[in-house]
Structures are given as structure tokens and as C-alpha cells.
């Protein structure tokens, strides 16, 4: 059975002071690893797909990495705007579904 | 763009009572979704479909029931609430399912069973 934990469940930071949240992960056969954004009272969006060890993605502040058993998100000189809560997932040899971890809640203060 | 759309956005229930949550998409995306998320948690799976008349069930997929008549159309019945089911339901979308794919989510529908 596929799992995923993430740490911390909170971080509280600083306008301007960077920070890294991670996925560690449990799957036979690692088909996509998944990072999404979710605000309070809305949808889960689409940030980051990873698909195999020592692949990196990008995008503004926000740079994801992808190890055998684990993803981290780091964040460059946060803004208020990236609070939310940062959900990552897997999908495995199974197919068709994603298992989420329970998220990270990212308040970034001004 | 409308993406994926649920209805109703909120809805108490009382216990016993059946409830179909509704989930369209336009986007011609052949594998959609059900998941639950209850507070501080991840999503969990309820149902999914890969097609018109094909469904299979999640990780938490007892006390409700789904049907894909149509690739737009993916409703979520629940049969005779229950506390338990108390959370927020996500309908989402993709291509050729999750491997390499996004998964696009809908604005969530948040159920109270009283």
C-alpha cells in the first residue's frame, strides 16, 4: 500500500526567510510524484509532477525535488501570498489514483 | 473555463437522509474522481472511473455508491448519511488517469450529516 507523510504539519515564516517542506513516501513502483497547492476553501491546483530521482521543477519561488524516498518544496524568500496549505502525492505501480499525504499549513507573515 | 464543476457548494444533511453530489466536466477528460478530505487531512479516495460505464472503488468507499452514464457526467450518491460522513468532497479530472498527468480538482462541496 502506498503511503506518504508530510513535515512539518505547520510552518509559520517570515516574509523573506526560506524554508523547506517534505514528502517522504512509500511506493511499489513510483509512476509520479505530486505537489499541489490548496487555499483555504478551494480545490487542490496543480503545481509540480516529478517522475524519477534527481529531477528537479521550478516555478517562481517554489523549487521541488525528488529523491528514492522523498520530495522536498522549497521555498525562496517567501511572500504572504504563498500561504497555503501544500499537499503532495503519489502515484504508484496500481495506477489510476493519487494517495496524499496530510499536508503542510505554510502561513508566511509580512 | 469552467474546468470541473460540483454542485452543491454546501449541504446539511440529517442522518439517514440520501444525497447525490454532482460533478461535471468540459473537458473531455476521460478519468474522473471522488475524494473526501476531513479537516487538518489529506484526500482520500472514494470512487474513480477510467470511462463511460466502467467505475471502481478507492480507499473509503463504503456508503456510497457512483455511476458514469456520460465521459461529463460523474455523480456521488450517498445512502443513508451518517455522521461519519461529515467532510468536504473534491470531483476531479484527468487525462489516461494520474500517472503523468494533472489532476484537475473542482471548488469542493461541504457536507454536514447532523
Known amino acids: 500500500e502506498d503511503q506518504v507523510t508530510q513535515s512539518p504539519e505547520a510552518l509559520r515564516l517570515q516574509e523573506g526567510e526560506s524554508s523547506s517542506l517534505n514528502c517522504s513516501y512509500t511506493?511499489?513502483?513510483?509512476?509520479?510524484l505530486f505537489w499541489y497547492r490548496q487555499d483555504p476553501g478551494k480545490g487542490p491546483e496543480f503545481l509540480f509532477t516529478?517522475?524519477?530521482a534527481g529531477e528537479e521543477k521550478e516555478k517562481e519561488r517554489l523549487k521541488a525535488t525528488l529523491t528514492k524516498k522523498e520530495s522536498f518544496l522549497h521555498i525562496t524568500a517567501p511572500k504572504p501570498e504563498d500561504s497555503a496549505t501544500y499537499l503532495c502525492?503519489?502515484?504508484?505501480?496500481?495506477?489510476?489514483?493519487?494517495?496524499f499525504g496530510g499536508g503542510t499549513r505554510v502561513l508566511v507573515k509580512p | 473555463n469552467a474546468g470541473v464543476t460540483q454542485t452543491p457548494k454546501f449541504r446539511i444533511l440529517k442522518i439517514g437522509q440520501s444525497m447525490t453530489l454532482q460533478c461535471t466536466q468540459d473537458?473531455?477528460?476521460?478519468?474522473m474522481y471522488w475524494y473526501r478530505q476531513d479537516p487538518g487531512m489529506g484526500l482520500k479516495l472514494i470512487y474513480y472511473?477510467?470511462?463511460?460505464?466502467?467505475?471502481d472503488k478507492g480507499e473509503v468507499p463504503n456508503g456510497y455508491n457512483v455511476s458514469r452514464s456520460t465521459t461529463e457526467d460523474f455523480p456521488l450518491r450517498l445512502e443513508l448519511a451518517a455522521p461519519s460522513q461529515t467532510s468536504v468532497y473534491f470531483c476531479?479530472?484527468?487525462?489516461?488517469?494520474?500517472?503523468?498527468?494533472?489532476?484537475?480538482f473542482g471548488e469542493g462541496s461541504w457536507l454536514t450529516v447532523v
Open positions: 476531479a479530472s484527468s487525462w489516461e488517469g494520474a500517472s503523468g498527468n494533472t489532476i484537475y
Open positions: 511506493v511499489s513502483g513510483l509512476r509520479g
Open positions: 516529478l517522475y524519477s
Open positions: 502525492a503519489v502515484n504508484g505501480a496500481a495506477g489510476n489514483k493519487l494517495t
Open positions: 473537458m473531455n477528460h476521460n478519468y
Open positions: 472511473s477510467v470511462g463511460a460505464g466502467i467505475t
